[in-house]
């Protein structure tokens, strides 16, 4: 696999980045992103593939399960680098439906360490999905839809309660926090909050 990664790259020099070396001796020099994008680590899932972006817009932190965890120093550092230095003011947080993480918080049978206590961060998205789902009989597939729904929405929740956004919008910063959810099986993405 790395020799077709090698390939891939030999392809991408001679048509893309030597024909538009001006656009990347720019990014060379500095990046000015102008979206903070936190994701899902899935391979399917790539933010500039499913927005057409090219390199340089979107500032990007990738995990299981887009999960924004109040003791995660990772995700609290591209946070805080993406709005204190970079200046950005528009930050998605994307779910996907499909979502292995999502499917084993609903099974709730992981066997692995690191990745069960991972998930115990969206606990709250799982009570509030189940809760939902029993009001309005669903089950199945339209119940994991509704659990990735509902951990957007969390996550957008712990986001927001972080203390450098909070202190950000206390001193009149304009922090706009949108949710979205990426559909695998036609390519779009949809809109679960506003930020706007």
Request: charged content about 25%; overall charge neutral.
């Amino acid at each position: 696999m790395i020799d077709e990664l090698l390939e891939g790259n030999r392809r991408f020099v001679e048509s893309e980045f030597k024909p538009n070396l001006g656009r990347y001796m720019t990014l060379a020099a500095a990046q000015h992103p102008k979206v903070l994008w936190i994701g899902c680590s899935d391979s399917r899932v790539s933010e500039h593939v499913i927005t057409s972006t090219q390199p340089g817009t979107i500032f990007v932190h990738r995990n299981v399960a887009n999960i924004v965890s109040f003791n995660d120093v990772n995700v609290a550092a591209v946070i805080e680098y993406g709005v204190t230095h970079l200046h950005i003011r528009d930050i998605v947080i994307c779910g996907h439906y499909g979502c292995g993480g999502i499917h084993a918080l609903e099974e709730g049978n992981v066997k692995e360490n690191y990745i069960a206590d991972w998930l115990l961060i969206a606990s709250g998205a799982k009570l509030r999905a189940d809760q939902i789902a029993r009001e309005r009989g669903l089950t199945g597939e339209a119940k994991l839809d509704l659990l990735t729904q509902e951990n957007v929405k969390l996550q957008i929740g712990h986001l927001t309660k972080l203390s450098l956004i909070r202190n950000l919008r206390e001193q009149g910063h304009t922090v706009r926090i949108h949710g979205l959810i990426y559909k695998l099986k036609t390519g779009e993405l949809e809109v679960l909050v506003d930020g706007r």
